[in-house]
């Protein structure tokens, strides 16, 4: 079973930027797709973006759409999340997660059954 741990959060003020990292532990990296997901207190936790690791296809959040990038080294079993001009309801805790690789969707993400504890993305206005 792989195990994800993710790092990078912290505070920032709005219109600034934060690099997540996510690093899969204990599995092949090339055997799953790989997704971020937020959750904000008092809300339901959310998809934000994703990657078929195998063909390079990414899914995003409407919400996030143009301000974030997913990307991967396969080399590092690691998973980026690039954070640009971020806004106050950006704010949440961002967790890595991961699925063995199956039908590709596109536009859909894949359902994710393993994930981080996460780390806390704050900005301030």
């Known amino acids: 079973q792989v195990r994800l741990v993710e790092s990078g959060g912290g505070s920032v003020q709005a219109g600034g930027s934060l690099r997540l990292s996510c690093v899969a532990f204990?599995?092949?990296?090339?055997?799953?797709?790989m997704g971020w997901f937020r959750q904000a207190p008092g809300k339901q936790r959310e998809g934000v973006a994703a990657?078929?690791?195998?063909?390079?296809?990414?899914v995003y959040a409407d919400s996030v759409k143009g301000r974030f990038t997913i990307s991967q080294d396969n080399a590092k079993s690691t998973m980026y999340l690039q954070m640009n001009s971020l806004k106050p309801e950006d704010t949440a805790t961002y967790y890595c997660?991961?699925?063995?690789?199956?039908?590709?969707?596109?536009?859909?993400?894949?359902?994710?059954?393993?994930w981080g504890q996460g780390t806390q993305v704050t900005v301030s206005s």
């Open positions: 204990g599995g092949t990296y090339s055997n799953y797709d």
């Open positions: 997660a991961a699925v063995t690789k199956g039908l590709v969707i596109p536009g859909r993400l894949p359902p994710f059954g393993t």
């Open positions: 990657i078929y690791t195998g063909v390079g296809m990414t």
